[in-house]
């Protein structure tokens, strides 16, 4: 069964960071590009970024480029995405997602065919 499952959600201060991941089962990470989306309470899903690979940069929403990355550990299949000076905007629920590597980057969540169960982040003091 192929399975995306987070972790690493919770509670942090504003300014604080936080880092998720996304553990793999039943597929090779290493051979699908990753994205990264979000939903904050009474919005539309948000893209974040993605990332094609482990030797490829990861693409990152322009709103949330120098405090967002995403990263790869293929040996652990897993995929990460490193939160920085978090903000109160940034509480939403966060999903990764997969789509073959060869497909690319999308900023469409349509795009992507295996999806988490999502993280909760929340930022309050």
């Known amino acids: 069964q192929l399975q995306l499952v987070e972790s690493g959600g919770g509670l942090v201060q504003p300014g604080g960071s936080l880092r998720l991941s996304c553990a793999a089962s039943?597929?090779?990470?290493?051979?699908?590009?990753i994205g990264w989306f979000r939903r904050a309470p009474g919005k539309e899903r948000e893209a974040i970024g993605c990332?094609?690979?482990?030797?490829?940069?990861?693409d990152i929403t322009d709103s949330m480029k120098g405090r967002f990355t995403i990263s790869r550990d293929n040996a652990k299949n897993v995929a990460y995405l490193q939160m920085n000076s978090l903000k109160f905007e940034d509480t939403a629920v966060y999903y990764c997602a997969a789509r073959l590597r060869d497909l690319g980057c999308s900023w469409s969540g349509y795009a992507y065919d295996l999806w988490g169960q999502g993280a909760q982040v929340t930022v309050s003091s």
């Open positions: 990332m094609i690979s482990s030797s490829s940069p990861s």
């Open positions: 039943g597929l090779i990470l290493e051979h699908y590009t």
